[in-house]
């Protein structure tokens, strides 16, 4: 037999082997521009979440500051007050009135400062504590209680410093003859005045009315009212405001701003469920 053309006459031809089916193709993936874009939306919240916190928490560091000084000074005058009960000689020939009034006014201005303390302290533990592992909408929550907690705990500071002043001046009246008791008297009544005074007129300069408020909650259902105003605006708008104002509204703006805030705005621009308050719906609908 002669060898094909091309090939060895010497070299066996070898036998054919069955080749295996092959695989199927898997089917061609689709391009990821849906899950690109779904990834991007994602990113583009997170961030915008993240932006919206950095603001919110410079108020939460604000209110934290204020309790932490409101507590710096109420424990001082808190052991003021101690050390005026157990290390004053009071003398035994002194009225039984004076002497009732002045530990009774005493022992008040040492407990309502350390209620302010304890205020003070609590509210710059728990509120940050709150505002980092709460769920969404804690942030909010948080900043919000404390505006109401820290201005109850200055209520509270101001009531003992008030309660100390008189405490000297009942004390004033059991050691020292009625000349020095009755001069001191008048010096410690033109000290409350003052600080009366100075408070009323500093808390009208640097107030802000509830219209006029801004805060770190973005209010996305309606156009944001900000107005660039002057110092001069801003006096004639507290003016007006606190002519409208009764003396139950004052009280509730002081202790309750946030709610007192959100009705004011109500009032004036209509219900919307994104201004202030707006927590009281869920932590589902605003970022933590």
């Given at each position: 037999l002669e060898a094909p053309a091309g090939r060895c006459p010497c070299r066996r031809p070898r036998a054919s082997r069955p080749r295996a089916p092959r695989a199927p193709r898997p089917p061609r993936a689709r391009r990821p521009g849906g899950a690109m874009l779904h990834a991007d939306k994602r990113a583009l919240e997170q961030n915008l979440k993240v932006s919206l916190l950095k603001i919110r928490e410079k108020e939460l560091h604000f209110y934290t500051e204020?309790?932490?000084?409101?507590?710096?000074q109420a424990a001082l005058l808190a052991g003021f007050a101690y050390s005026g009960i157990i290390q004053i000689d009071i003398p035994e020939q002194a009225n039984d009135t004076?002497?009732?009034?002045?530990?009774?006014?005493?022992?008040?201005?040492m407990g309502l400062e350390l209620i302010a303390v304890i205020n003070s302290t609590l509210c710059s533990m728990l509120g940050p504590g709150l505002a980092l592992r709460g769920p969404d909408g804690s942030m909010h929550k948080a900043v919000d209680e404390m505006m109401e907690e820290y201005r109850l705990t200055f209520l509270f500071f101001g009531l003992g410093l008030l309660a100390f002043h008189i405490s000297a001046l009942l004390f004033a009246w059991l050691e020292f003859i009625w000349p020095v008791a009755l001069a001191m008297s008048v010096a410690l009544l033109l000290?409350?005045?003052?600080?009366?005074?100075?408070?009323?007129?500093?808390y009208a300069r640097f107030k802000?009315?509830?219209?006029?408020?801004?805060?770190?909650?973005?209010?996305?259902d309606r156009a944001v009212h900000e107005t660039s105003i002057t110092a001069a605006d801003?006096?004639?708008a507290?003016?007006?405001?606190?002519?409208?104002q009764?003396?139950?509204?004052?009280?509730?703006?002081?202790?309750?701003?946030?709610?007192?805030?959100?009705?004011?705005?109500?009032?004036?621009h209509g219900p919307?469920?994104?201004?202030?308050g707006a927590h009281t719906r869920g932590p589902a609908t605003s970022p933590r």
């Amino acid at each position: 037999l002669e060898a094909p053309a091309g090939r060895c006459p010497c070299r066996r031809p070898r036998a054919s082997r069955p080749r295996a089916p092959r695989a199927p193709r898997p089917p061609r993936a689709r391009r990821p521009g849906g899950a690109m874009l779904h990834a991007d939306k994602r990113a583009l919240e997170q961030n915008l979440k993240v932006s919206l916190l950095k603001i919110r928490e410079k108020e939460l560091h604000f209110y934290t500051e204020n309790c932490v000084a409101i507590g710096t000074q109420a424990a001082l005058l808190a052991g003021f007050a101690y050390s005026g009960i157990i290390q004053i000689d009071i003398p035994e020939q002194a009225n039984d009135t004076l002497k009732t009034a002045y530990l009774c006014v005493t022992t008040m201005a040492m407990g309502l400062e350390l209620i302010a303390v304890i205020n003070s302290t609590l509210c710059s533990m728990l509120g940050p504590g709150l505002a980092l592992r709460g769920p969404d909408g804690s942030m909010h929550k948080a900043v919000d209680e404390m505006m109401e907690e820290y201005r109850l705990t200055f209520l509270f500071f101001g009531l003992g410093l008030l309660a100390f002043h008189i405490s000297a001046l009942l004390f004033a009246w059991l050691e020292f003859i009625w000349p020095v008791a009755l001069a001191m008297s008048v010096a410690l009544l033109l000290f409350i005045y003052g600080m009366y005074y100075y408070f009323v007129r500093i808390y009208a300069r640097f107030k802000v009315p509830p219209s006029l408020m801004i805060t770190g909650r973005f209010d996305t259902d309606r156009a944001v009212h900000e107005t660039s105003i002057t110092a001069a605006d801003l006096r004639r708008a507290n003016a007006a405001h606190g002519r409208n104002q009764t003396v139950s509204q004052r009280v509730s703006e002081y202790l309750f701003p946030v709610a007192y805030i959100h009705r004011v705005l109500r009032a004036e621009h209509g219900p919307s469920p994104g201004t202030i308050g707006a927590h009281t719906r869920g932590p589902a609908t605003s970022p933590r």
